[in-house]
């Protein structure tokens, strides 16, 4: 059975904007209080999804959510109109309407963890919806996240779509962003990465910042994944978590054979290396990075192993790097060597994503991985894989409904609101998704 892999990136929504609310994501909270322009955001988004459409790579899309998230402000203890509740709360203290309002939706790596039907012992594609629930303003997606994959993936004999794992705390999960897939003729391995135990020594925790992914919750996906023997279960660095690398995604990036990673990424690297080789066989490449060579503040600032490592029709790869990254001399010269030294990387790109990575989110955080056999993709029956006439669609859609500046204080606006509705709206209806968000089935 052949697989090919769908790339479903996220989309900014109308409400993008710099709100400092990640702490530990040092982007996040540099660039806190910027000042913010959706539609161009978004814009940006839909143009690194054509660019990888024109390299051959299988392109997909998953909807914004809305914002702001007034039914969490009414379980907050606001009351009204919808206006009124955004009011009140706007006057009681605006950090909670900023986590109501943020737009990560759009980093699609933290939506779900996912498992191909070729690697789960009931021969199903497995998606855990992440919970997110290190992070107030991400912990409000997973609902709606669990909603638009079960209306796309809803096939129950093709596609399994898992609940966001119960117990915050112990059990925090952040989705695909600490999970790397990596496939050989020898074998595959489901590499699990977690930067705290719930039930574990305390004393090489990272110290300054949060570690967001529990072993608990990495373990309990591989589980309902149903990975079996192919999961490996590993730990981030904790000086890694604490330069910035609130997921490993942000030092370390996979794809079949080929393993890019900082010495930071993980502990242990070099004994993780030799348990990848001894699992994947002689064809498994590994290209380290040490601190001499790049700085963990170089790799954290400008994102290189936060690309994507693409198959491409013609089956060598391409790395599509952050323009940040080629603006990073030592970023640069790691990517060089690396389309210089590992054979099956032919192209290096790099895409300009900087809205997104003004808050920590580089071209890898933008798309959640589903690998596909044709069976399942047919068996796809909403309007989410983006061939030229979707994008375009969706650039006029962008177009005719984002503005091009967004403060907390336009919320007060209830024309705004209504604004923010017809938007997503319209979106639902264009995707074939139905009526998925909470506002439309009231
Ligand atoms: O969870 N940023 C996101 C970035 C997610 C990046 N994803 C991956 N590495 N896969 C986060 O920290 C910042 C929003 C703000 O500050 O307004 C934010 O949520």
Not at 41 to 66: D, I, Y
Not at 73 to 101: H, K, Q
Not at 264 to 284: M, Q, T
């Amino acid at each position: 059975m052949t697989l090919t892999e769908y790339n479903f990136d996220g989309l900014a929504g109308p409400t993008h904007g710099y709100s400092g609310l990640s702490p530990g994501n040092l982007a996040s909270e540099r660039h806190a209080g910027a000042s913010a322009n959706p539609r161009a955001a978004a814009l940006q988004g839909l143009g690194k999804m054509r660019f990888l459409t024109e390299l051959g790579v299988h392109q997909a899309v998953l909807p914004p959510q809305p914002r702001p998230d007034v039914a969490s402000l009414r379980r907050w203890g606001f009351s009204g109109s919808d206006a009124e509740v955004v009011a009140r709360a706007l006057a009681c203290d605006e950090t909670l309407v900023r986590w109501a309002s943020s737009a990560s939706a759009m980093w699609t790596a933290n939506a779900a963890t996912v498992a191909p039907s070729t690697d789960t012992s009931d021969g199903r594609l497995h998606l855990t919806v992440a919970n997110l629930s290190s992070m107030v303003h991400r912990s409000l997606e997973a609902a709606t996240t669990y909603r638009v994959l079960g209306r796309i993936f809803a096939d129950e004999e093709r596609f399994a779509v898992h609940e966001p794992l119960p117990g915050p705390g112990a059990f925090s999960d952040e989705g695909a962003a600490n999970h790397c897939r990596l496939a050989s003729d020898a074998g595959r391995v489901h590499l699990f990465a977690w930067g705290r135990s719930a039930s574990g020594a305390a004393r090489t925790a990272p110290r300054r910042y949060p570690a967001r992914q529990t072993r608990e919750a990495s373990e309990a996906v591989a589980r309902l994944n149903q990975v079996g023997d192919a999961a490996l279960s590993w730990r981030q660095a904790p000086d890694g978590i604490d330069a910035g690398a609130f997921h490993t995604d942000v030092l370390a990036l996979g794809n079949e054979n080929v393993l890019l990673l900082h010495e930071l990424a993980f502990v242990d690297a070099e004994r993780l290396l030799g348990e990848l080789g001894s699992r994947l066989g002689a064809n498994f490449r590994a290209c380290l990075a040490r601190s001499d060579e790049l700085p963990v503040a170089d790799a954290v600032a400008s994102y290189p192993f936060n690309s994507q490592l693409v198959t491409l029709p013609d089956r060598t790869m391409a790395l599509v790097a952050p323009e940040e990254a080629r603006q990073n001399p030592a970023a640069l010269r790691y990517l060089e060597r690396v389309q210089a030294q590992v054979p099956e990387v032919g192209r290096l790109c790099f895409v300009d994503v900087n809205a997104s990575m003004k808050n920590g989110g580089g071209p890898a955080c933008l798309r959640l991985r589903v690998p596909l056999c044709e069976d399942e993709r047919n068996a796809v029956t909403a309007r989410v894989f983006a061939g030229e006439a979707l994008l375009s669609d969706l650039e006029a859609w962008v177009k005719r409904r984002y503005r091009d500046r967004f403060t907390l204080h336009d919320l007060a606006d209830p024309e705004f609101l209504r604004e923010l509705e017809t938007a997503l709206d319209e979106l639902s209806t264009l995707l074939g998704l139905g009526s998925v968000y909470e506002f439309q089935r009231a």
